[in-house]
């Protein structure tokens, strides 16, 4: 088949996909495959994080695509389809994978609706409390959510909130080494918050 052929003429890739029933539902999952390098004095650790997130575009003529199992976007299709700016509020520096090729993915999903995974390194900021050092107990945050959209445009959720969708996807899941030296891990948890920006009401997750 020919790729090319689910872009429709005029398709604009700045423009999120228009719908309908409101602002378009993007849904996230988070894998969390290690934490290490908790540093007490710059507050900050790092993580090492698959990062899912899967949403629908009606503009994209998928019908093409026949195959009852995922369909694997090739590069030169991916750069001209929209898709949301995901980034990372709370970090002091990330990187994308690229150690032989870029580690991003994007598929058709059977239902027609688009699926990226991508593989991140990031430095995280945390705001830890030491008055109990060495006995303390911290809380640290990723916060993760759209750089130029407003919620009225597009509206980020995590994969628990798809309504049986995506349920096959966990929210937050820990799939890698939980241990960290001088600390213990307790839980890993999926957080929702809603702030104003200069762009509108957002969400952070």
């Given at each position: 088949?020919?790729?090319?052929?689910?872009?429709?003429?005029?398709?604009?890739?700045?423009?999120?996909?228009?719908?309908?029933?409101?602002?378009?539902?993007?849904?996230?999952?988070?894998?969390?495959?290690?934490?290490?390098?908790?540093?007490?004095?710059?507050?900050?650790?790092?993580?090492?994080?698959?990062?899912?997130d899967?949403?629908?575009?009606?503009?994209?003529?998928?019908?093409?695509?026949?195959?009852?199992k995922?369909?694997?976007?090739?590069?030169?299709?991916?750069?001209?389809?929209?898709?949301?700016?995901?980034?990372?509020?709370?970090?002091?520096?990330?990187?994308?994978f690229?150690?032989?090729?870029?580690?991003?993915?994007?598929?058709?999903?059977?239902?027609?609706?688009?699926?990226?995974?991508?593989?991140?390194?990031?430095?995280?900021?945390?705001?830890?409390?030491?008055?109990?050092?060495?006995?303390?107990?911290?809380?640290?945050?990723?916060?993760?959510?759209?750089?130029?959209?407003?919620?009225?445009?597009?509206?980020?959720?995590?994969?628990?909130?798809?309504?049986?969708?995506?349920?096959?996807?966990?929210?937050?899941?820990?799939?890698?080494?939980?241990?960290?030296?001088?600390?213990?891990?307790?839980?890993?948890?999926?957080?929702?918050?809603?702030?104003?920006?200069?762009?509108?009401r957002?969400?952070?997750?």
């Amino acid at each position: 088949m020919s790729y090319e052929s689910i872009l429709p003429e005029g398709y604009q890739k700045v423009e999120p996909p228009p719908s309908e029933k409101g602002p378009v539902n993007v849904f996230i999952s988070v894998q969390i495959y290690d934490i290490y390098g908790v540093n007490e004095e710059s507050m900050d650790f790092y993580l090492h994080i698959y990062v899912t997130d899967i949403w629908e575009d009606s503009r994209l003529l998928v019908d093409c695509v026949t195959s009852e199992k995922s369909v694997k976007l090739p590069d030169n299709i991916v750069k001209l389809i929209w898709m949301p700016d995901i980034y990372f509020e709370n970090t002091k520096s990330g990187t994308l994978f690229s150690t032989t090729v870029p580690n991003t993915i994007v598929k058709i999903l059977p239902d027609k609706s688009i699926l990226r995974n991508a593989r991140y390194l990031l430095q995280v900021s945390c705001a830890m409390n030491l008055k109990d050092y060495p006995m303390d107990r911290q809380i640290c945050h990723l916060r993760t959510g759209l750089y130029s959209h407003s919620d009225n445009e597009v509206y980020i959720q995590w994969t628990k909130e798809s309504r049986g969708r995506y349920d096959w996807i966990p929210s937050v899941k820990l799939i890698g080494g939980d241990e960290l030296p001088e600390y213990k891990l307790v839980e890993v948890v999926p957080e929702t918050q809603v702030v104003a920006w200069t762009l509108g009401r957002t969400t952070l997750m």
